[in-house]
């Protein structure tokens, strides 16, 4: 009975896996590279997909404030059938007759406004504008985001790769003072610190492990990816690049220069100011008149000539105009006015910290990548010298002029020196991105 349950648990484990294996989606186990990836995320991050949503909706506030200053058809009718006892009739036998309709066409169009015709047109321009400088923020926010996954992912899968040296370089040291204290040439004490030297590591193994389930989970969220629920830790993305450790050779004042002239978020407050004036305008029309002029045609039963009855129609054309003007609305415009030109100079002082909060970030993303640059280039020999103070090191100790302490610490600065050029050039490339999007470069891959 042991025998079977236990046949029947390999079984179905051994179709679990099978049906896991099949059930993942092909766009997850292929080569992915950060040019795909980026692409993938323009195509499918919920972020960027809300924010063409919200573009949309900025089309359909152009529309609206656009309507103002068109031409308005309307079309009406009506039918009315009345009591007869509430019908008064004329002396002589004639009256109203107890069922009535009419209709109607007419074509409004608005001539003056006190300029805010004007000011709604260019409101309209404005407007779309404005909203597509917001969508590009959302866009290159979130390629930014999906960039510094991707190294992030690349980081940790080095660090994993890096700890198992370490503990595997550790662990043939336990072995090799294991071997020299059963041979009775060293004491049971270098057994122990070898032992707590590869205790100590493990841990930093696991923390790495854990580093790259989180950051391949991130990746893939950016991503727009829904995750198989058959998958619970290993998520298999194949990434293809590595990290950009390439020279980049940057201005500060040109680059703070084409920050100011590129960075949409200066285009969305520009774009606000231009808003704002036309605010202004559009409020203080309410001091003035408003004039239009309509035209239509009109069609109703006849009701005092005979004979009254529905089929019986009159109809014509008309046509005029119309003006209107508010002498005294209760201050309501008065405090429009004053609203807008509260508004506007706001909008101008949101500008002005804008351009320097930019200008701040330009300066210390460049600070930032500066300091990448150096450390990156001052780890350019260091693991090479790790690797010869670890060959000596071992030399000394089997010639018996060296010491264990001597060995363990030679394993341990190599495996911080390994660590320290992996992180670097990770912080190198993921600063140059922020230096990249700081200045408003293009982050999207070229196609």
Do not use: C
Request: glycine share 4%; hydrophobic share 45%; no cysteine.
């Amino acid at each position: 009975m042991k025998k079977l349950t236990l046949l029947s648990f390999l079984f179905g484990f051994t179709f679990a896996v099978a049906a896991a294996e099949t059930n993942t989606p092909a766009w997850l186990t292929r080569p992915l590279s950060l040019g795909d990836a980026l692409n993938t995320v323009l195509a499918q991050n919920a972020a960027i997909l809300k924010a063409k949503n919200d573009l949309e909706a900025a089309h359909g506030v152009v529309v609206q404030t656009r309507a103002v200053a068109l031409p308005q058809l309307q079309a009406t009718g009506q039918y009315k059938a009345t009591d007869p006892g509430a019908v008064e009739n004329f002396p002589g036998g004639l009256g109203t007759p107890q069922q009535n309709w009419n209709a109607g066409i007419q074509i409004v169009q608005n001539i003056y406004m006190g300029g805010k015709l004007i000011a709604a047109i260019r409101a309209a321009d404005a407007t779309k504008q404005q909203a597509v400088a917001i969508y590009q923020t959302a866009v290159a926010d979130t390629l930014l985001q999906a960039r510094l996954a991707y190294y992030d992912v690349l980081l940790a899968a080095q660090q994993i790769t890096v700890r198992e040296a370490s503990v595997k370089l550790l662990q043939k040291e336990l072995e090799d003072q294991q071997h020299r204290y059963d041979a009775g040439t060293v004491p049971h004490f270098n057994v122990l610190r070898a032992e707590v030297a590869v205790a100590n590591e493990r841990p930093a193994l696991i923390q790495a492990r854990n580093n790259y389930r989180i950051a391949k989970n991130n990746l893939a969220n950016l991503l727009g990816y829904n995750l198989p629920r058959e998958i619970w830790e290993d998520v298999p993305l194949n990434l293809t690049d590595t990290l950009d450790t390439a020279p980049y050779e940057v201005n500060l004042p040109d680059a703070i220069q084409q920050a100011l002239a590129r960075r949409t978020e200066l285009t969305v407050a520009r774009k606000n100011i231009d808003l704002q004036r036309l605010n202004v305008t559009s409020a203080k029309s309410g001091f003035k008149p408003t004039v239009s002029v309509f035209a239509g045609y009109d069609w109703f039963n006849a009701r005092f000539t005979p004979p009254v009855e529905l089929d019986h129609d009159i109809h014509g054309w008309n046509a005029g105009a119309q003006v209107s003007w508010n002498i005294f609305d209760g201050a309501l415009s008065l405090g429009k006015v004053t609203q807008a030109k509260a508004l506007y100079e706001k909008s101008k002082t949101d500008l002005d910290d804008q351009s320097r909060q930019i200008e701040l970030a330009v300066r210390t993303a460049y600070s930032e990548y500066i300091q990448t640059r150096e450390t990156l280039e001052s780890q350019l020999k260091v693991q090479e010298q790790a690797d010869e103070a670890l060959r000596e090191a071992n030399a000394r100790a089997d010639a018996g002029t060296g010491t264990q302490l001597d060995v363990l610490d030679a394993e341990t600065s190599l495996t911080q020196a390994r660590t320290t050029q992996i992180t670097a050039q990770h912080d190198y490339a993921a600063a140059r991105a922020r230096l990249e999007r700081a200045i408003g470069a293009d982050l999207a891959p070229a196609k």
